[in-house]
């Protein structure tokens, strides 16, 4: 949720130009790429406590002395909120940008393998290393705060913030906590067609619960076990029911890009961009925007940028923008951050795999999908389905992930090809074991109950 889109000043024309947005989105099978965003906790070496935005040793600086590096400032007003990379073409690579509480968020350039992803990876969190230990920061990669009270994580200079945050008190939701006290990994992946993007976004969403299952990586809030695995994603089963969930609407026969933008339109607003200022709109209606009769903006129309900009304030498990969003799990260790991608091309990028998962998936009924993405957080891969474990139907699709990204063939320099990056989740699966478990046993083990050694002992 943390960049400004951008888009064309043209006020749109109709709803049809809704559905051309999404349209555009389509490209051959040569033309695809792999984004990958994830987001991390920065705190204090010294205490653990969560870092400021301003001070000699707060994200602020951070942020300017990232600068060496080859990173171009973005400012809101006279304060800089990210850092973006120009690419030899003259496009945008990737970008850098601060989450609600000050979670540090690398947002990925689209690369071709995953390879060049986690080399990506790698080399952001060296940079962010190098500068982080001159301040005395570390950055931890975990889907929900272990150790921070909601009031002591500080508030990000962005405008767009604010007026999320009073919406999320006015509504009395959990999403205040979402905002500030959690982090995520992300995968964004191409589409061919409006048939193609159908097939993928029905099966990255029946598979978001075993994502989140197999990366689950949240289970303490306040320094203590919450009873779940996923803490951030229980969260969001109590955060905003207008613009989370399993999106049904998705498994009907019509579905398409018309029917998700019919959806997004009965999405509330939260903000309308204009002249470098946020204008809180948060709870009225873009189907009024588009006619021009929003209350305080009569007679003006939205342009694509608006359109652009509502469609990063909804978040079903899977996302659709101009590319698919897979949305469904916790922030974790290095190695994570490389595997969590690799689970989502090798089943959505080879044809072979997509019709296989897609297969077993269509035969899951509404109730299936909903029930255990209810029961996921609390009880990860043991959760039920259709009698089954989850982890027994983790390992099939992990199996079609790794046959697809076999078949892609994109070996390094070593002659390794992309599979390897699976080895957490392979491993994870053979153990019968998540990183939420595993840290709950130390927690009840060797941590004598004393949340606060996740800071030294799994941080980057």
């Not at 790429?33 to 920065?42: A, N, Q, R, V």
């Amino acid at each position: 949720m943390s960049v400004l889109a951008q888009g064309d000043s043209e006020p749109l024309n109709g709803f049809d130009a809704l559905v051309e947005y999404f349209e555009r989105g389509c490209k051959p099978k040569e033309q695809w790429w792999i984004g990958t965003e994830h987001e991390k906790f920065g705190f204090f070496e010294k205490d653990f406590s969560p870092v400021p935005y301003e001070g000699e040793g707060g994200i602020q600086t951070l942020l300017n002395r990232l600068q060496q590096f080859g990173w171009n400032p973005h400012y809101e007003g006279d304060n800089i909120i990210g850092l973006e990379q120009k690419l030899p073409n003259g496009k945008n690579g990737a970008n850098i940008s601060l989450e609600p509480g000050g979670q540090l968020e690398l947002s990925g350039a689209m690369l071709r393998t995953l390879h060049q992803t986690c080399d990506e990876v790698n080399s952001h969190l060296e940079q962010v290393r190098a500068i982080a230990q001159t301040l005395g920061i570390g950055f931890l990669g975990l889907g929900f705060c272990p150790h921070w009270a909601l009031k002591d994580v500080p508030r990000m200079p962005k405008g767009r913030y604010r007026i999320i945050e009073k919406y999320m008190e006015k509504i009395q939701s959990q999403g205040r906590d979402m905002m500030f006290r959690t982090c995520t990994v992300q995968v964004n992946l191409d589409f061919s067609s409006e048939t193609d993007m159908i097939k993928k976004l029905r099966v990255a969403l029946a598979l978001q619960p075993i994502a989140t299952a197999i990366f689950a990586n949240s289970p303490f809030a306040d320094g203590k076990p919450t009873g779940y695995q996923s803490y951030r994603s229980q969260l969001w089963l109590h955060t905003d029911e207008q613009r989370t969930g399993m999106l049904d609407q998705a498994f009907a026969p019509d579905f398409g890009f018309a029917k998700y933008a019919e959806y997004a339109l009965d999405v509330p607003l939260y903000f309308v961009h204009r002249d470098s200022q946020y204008i809180d709109v948060a709870g009225k209606s873009f189907r009024d925007f588009l006619e021009g009769k929003l209350p305080g903006l009569e007679g003006e129309r939205p342009n694509e940028a608006d359109w652009a900009n509502h469609l990063t304030t909804i978040f079903p498990e899977a996302r659709l923008k101009r590319f698919l969003e897979m949305r469904g799990a916790d922030s974790g260790p290095w190695r994570q951050l490389c595997a969590l991608p690799a689970f989502w091309v090798g089943l959505l990028y080879d044809d072979n795999a997509l019709d296989a998962a897609w297969q077993m998936v269509r035969e899951w009924s509404a109730s299936d999908r909903n029930q255990m993405r209810q029961q996921v957080p609390k009880d990860g891969l043991s959760t039920l389905l259709r009698g089954e474990p989850l982890v027994k139907w983790a390992r099939k699709f992990v199996e079609l992930s790794r046959n697809g990204l076999k078949a892609r063939a994109n070996f390094d320099s070593n002659g390794n090809d992309e599979t390897h990056f699976l080895h957490p989740v392979e491993e994870t699966l053979a153990r019968e074991q998540n990183l939420a478990q595993e840290l709950l046993e130390c927690y009840h083990g060797k941590w004598n109950g004393n949340v606060t050694n996740i800071f030294t002992q799994y941080a980057y």
